[in-house]
């Protein structure tokens, strides 16, 4: 009898497990982590951070030392990329073979899970910030592969991410193909990394494409909302993120490389800066993608598959260059404090949670610097003031809609003042411009949040902006 109940819970407690292997999914989640922030998370943060929310791979933009010592024995995978200021320095390989030997062959076998090498970022893309484009991609590509070959790790992948304009303006899917100023070099490239078996990483920011297309924003969410769709012969196009893949896809079969597999390497969507970023908007868009990418659906042109992705990002960067509007700098799930901004599962299971919340940031007191607001002052030196107050620190939150647009021109001095003094860790001399007064009470309006920084224990060197762009 109690050996019956027993056996009866065992093969309960199987079918159980068994469910569970069903609901879990091998399409991976990973995030990315940039650290062009004056208020940066410490790396035993993060580590605790994917831990807790089950998220098992990140992306690093700068391999520092002390951010690779945390990954030590925490089966979580690393990608790292080798910056351009690092690759324009490289005139021998064995420079390239140092440096893989020092950042991803040393911390291996300290038991850090390396997965890519990114070898630059995004050479081919068409923005200004990256006129400065340089030739060597696809030969440091293989200087990076050779090196990593010579250290015996043949499952680290090297590859370098794209952004979508590489793909010429299309109407239609079928239509995708690569720049005409590129081409020539996106065909060695892909012959580079079909020869090494690694991915295509390409870069979605939906926000950016649904405007460059003039399609209805809706079409970028994945809730049907949108009465807009792409008709294309026999498939129909419901959503931003297939379009652009499958136009991909073609282009990629146009090229010969119809199988290649392809990595989205960032995604997401921003909060600020932009008329429709915000945080619910955010929401709406992971829970949808996220839902998507559970039911591996595909897209018309690969139907019925897994798509890995990067989601885009760990937390807001207020220093990230931003060439393609102010919403670059408030892709974080988090906010610079640690806080999650909203509801996201990360394990795919679409559960109504928000991820757990940072441990051991610690906040500075309430304090803002703020403008006194005085009519009697020279109205120049005060524009030249918040001026500089504003190229020094981040005004991102004054672009066009977004939550501190609105706000009056006596409003935005006190903002920018305030930014430069938070930026600056509450630094009393960070606060001495034209007008300039501190106060403990809270200038913020019920849309535009006039921060408090943390304090930040990691004073290690965060990487050049040069390949770090989003
Ligand atoms: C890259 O190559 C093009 C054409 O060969 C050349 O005009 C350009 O100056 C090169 N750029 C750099 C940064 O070397
Ligand atoms: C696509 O269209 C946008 C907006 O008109 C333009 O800025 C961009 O250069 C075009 N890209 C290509 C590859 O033609
Ligand atoms: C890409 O690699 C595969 C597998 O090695 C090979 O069969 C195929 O011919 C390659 N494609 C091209 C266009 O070189
Ligand atoms: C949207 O519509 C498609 C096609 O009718 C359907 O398969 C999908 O489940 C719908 N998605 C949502 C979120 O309602
Ligand atoms: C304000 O300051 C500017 C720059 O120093 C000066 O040229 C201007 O005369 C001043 N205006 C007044 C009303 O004092």
């Known amino acids: 009898m109690y050996g019956k109940i027993s056996s009866l819970w065992i093969s309960l407690l199987m079918s159980l497990i068994l469910f569970c292997g069903e609901i879990h999914v091998r399409a991976y989640l990973g995030i990315n982590w940039g650290r062009m922030a004056t208020q940066k998370f410490v790396p035993s943060m993060v580590v605790d951070l994917l831990l807790q929310n089950g998220i098992p791979e990140l992306r690093l933009f700068q391999p520092s030392f002390n951010v690779l010592d945390a990954f030590a024995e925490t089966n979580i995978g690393l990608g790292i990329t080798l910056q351009e200021n690092f690759l324009r320095n490289i005139v021998e390989q064995k420079q390239m073979d140092d440096y893989i030997h020092e950042r991803v062959k040393v911390y291996t076998d300290q038991g850090v899970k390396f997965r890519y090498v990114y070898v630059g970022n995004e050479p081919f893309t068409k923005s200004l910030y990256m006129k400065k484009q340089f030739n060597g991609t696809i030969r440091y590509l293989k200087m990076a592969r050779d090196a990593l070959d010579k250290f015996n790790l043949p499952d680290v992948k090297a590859t370098t991410p794209h ?5 010429t303006n299309v109407s239609k899917p079928s239509e995708g193909d690569f720049r005409e100023d590129i081409k020539g070099k996106m065909l060695e490239f892909l012959d580079c990394i079909n020869r090494t078996g690694a991915p295509l990483f390409i870069h979605i920011f939906p926000i950016y494409s649904v405007n460059l297309y003039g399609f209805d924003v809706d079409f970028a969410f994945f809730d049907n909302k949108s009465k807009f769709k792409v008709v ?7 959503n931003l993120f297939a379009f652009i893949y499958d136009t991909l896809v073609s282009a990629l079969a146009k090229a010969g490389y119809g199988d290649m597999e392809i990595v989205v390497g960032q995604i997401g969507w921003p909060t600020d800066g932009y008329a429709s970023a915000s945080e619910k908007n955010a929401e709406r868009f992971y829970r949808g993608l996220l839902q998507y990418i559970a039911k591996k659906e ?6 019925n598959r897994d798509i890995d992705m990067y989601l885009l990002g760990l937390t ?3 220093m990230v260059v931003t060439d393609y509007g102010p919403y670059q700098r408030h892709w974080g799930i988090y906010k610079h404090d640690g806080v999650p901004k909203y509801k996201i599962d990360f394990t795919l299971q679409d559960r109504d949670i928000k991820p757990s919340v940072a441990k ?5 007191p309430n304090r803002w610097c703020v403008f006194d607001g005085k009519t009697d002052h020279n109205e120049t030196l005060v524009l030249k003031d918040y001026d500089f107050a504003c190229a020094k620190s981040d005004c991102s939150a004054f672009g066009a809609g977004a939550t501190c ?7 935005k001095v006190s903002y920018a003042y305030n ?8 630094d009393m001399k960070k606060c001495k411009l034209l007008g300039a007064t501190l106060t403990t009470n809270n200038p913020s309006t019920p849309d535009c949040d006039f921060p408090i920084e943390i304090l930040t224990a990691e004073v290690v060197n965060s990487g050049s902006g040069l390949t770090k762009k989003y």
Request: net charge negative; glycine share 10%.
């Open 232 to 238: 294309d012969g026999k498939n129909t196009y419901t």
């Open 298 to 303: 595909g897209t018309p042109l690969r139907p």
């Open 163 to 167: 952004f979508t304009d590489i793909l």
């Open 405 to 411: 647009d609105h706000l009056s021109f006596t409003e």
């Open 419 to 426: 930014m430069l003094y938070q930026m600056g860790n509450q």
């Open 316 to 318: 807001d960067e207020n």
């Open 360 to 364: 051991g940031t610690v906040r500075m």
